[in-house]
């Protein structure tokens, strides 16, 4: 089999300290389906970053992500140098999803079974796919910049991931996501957030959660971008405008289901730059970006069209 040249970046952590405890099972299932690898484990936050920019310019030519959407996004990063710059633009990026949310697997159409996904990144079929790179305000107030290949969020979605991150996993992905965007639902008050698209004059609205969507799939499981595609060159911005706790918790399933562009108090638009301001300079607006919470908007959302070759099955 003519694989490429490959590197493991491994999150001991992910699939609630699965990886860890299972290390020696996965490493052996790994091999048997794909062949030769090397690998390093994450240590701490932006580790994973650090370890697949320098493999990229160690040279290897697939750099795979084995963690959940949080570590996939680390990764994305490591893809690019600390100007933007793309790090290796010959080299692909593979998915081995084994954590709690498992959303970027479902649009690429992977499995969620280690040696199966192994085994899907065999060969050396590529898509050319689209990268977003956003600015935003970090918890300490700093501007910073980070790429996202899935999809960044804003408004309630940073307070599910707060509640996520700082309670047990143990219940899996879907269901972690569920509880914690139904304690979320009850807290947040929606937010008037000011947006442009493209440069065009910005509109203002209250907003539960905008999504910008490269792929179509978050918080566990939620369908919130049934139209995305990796690589159209476009973001899905899809803004779930005033609803109530209670609206929430009775459109949920449309949500889920990929069946509310339509429904009332939802925009859609399809976009290649998004600004995102809160009404109130005051106001903290929080990100959700793969699961994880960064900071805050004020926020620019910026496609890169085909910057990462992501790989595929043959």
């Known amino acids: 089999m003519d694989n490429l040249r490959t590197f493991l970046v491994v999150n001991p952590r992910s699939g609630n300290g699965s990886v860890e405890r299972r290390w020696g099972e996965i490493a052996s299932t790994v091999r ?55 790090v290796n633009p010959g080299a692909a990026l593979g998915v081995i999803p084994v954590g709690t949310g498992g959303d970027f697997r479902k649009t690429l159409g992977l499995p969620n079974d280690i040696r199966a996904a192994a085994a899907a990144l065999r060969g050396r079929a590529v898509l050319q796919a689209d990268v977003g790179r956003l600015s935003l305000v970090d918890g300490q107030g700093q501007p910073r910049t980070r790429h996202f290949m899935n ?6 979605g ?5 509640i996520v991150n700082t309670t047990s996993k143990a219940l899996g992905g879907r269901l972690s996501f569920f509880l914690a965007t139904a304690r979320a639902a009850i807290a947040y008050r929606n937010q008037p957030v000011r947006l442009s698209f493209d440069g065009e004059a910005p509109i203002e609205l209250r907003i539960n959660n905008v999504a910008v969507a490269n792929g179509q799939y978050f918080g566990g499981g939620m369908h919130i971008a049934p139209k995305a595609r990796l690589d159209d060159g476009f973001f899905d911005v899809v803004a779930i405008g005033d609803l109530s706790a209670l609206d929430l918790a009775l459109k949920m399933r449309h949500v889920y289901a990929g069946t509310h562009l339509d429904m009332p108090k939802v925009l859609y638009r399809r976009a290649r730059h998004v600004k995102a301001e809160p009404v109130d300079p005051a106001a903290k607006v929080l990100l959700d970006v793969d699961g994880e919470q960064p900071g805050a908007i004020p926020s620019i959302f910026e496609l890169l069209p085909g910057a990462v070759r992501v790989k595929i099955a043959e």
Do not use: M, Q
């Open 158 to 162: 940073g307070l599910v991931d707060h």
């Open 151 to 156: 999809i960044a969020s804003f408004g309630i």
């Open 32 to 86: 048997e389906a794909f062949g030769s690898y090397e690998h390093a484990f994450t240590t701490g936050p932006e580790d994973a970053t650090r370890i697949a920019r320098r493999a990229l310019e160690d040279g290897f030519e697939l750099v795979v992500a084995l963690g959940g959407d949080g570590t996939l996004n680390e990764v994305v990063n490591g893809f690019f140098d600390a100007a933007g710059a793309p």
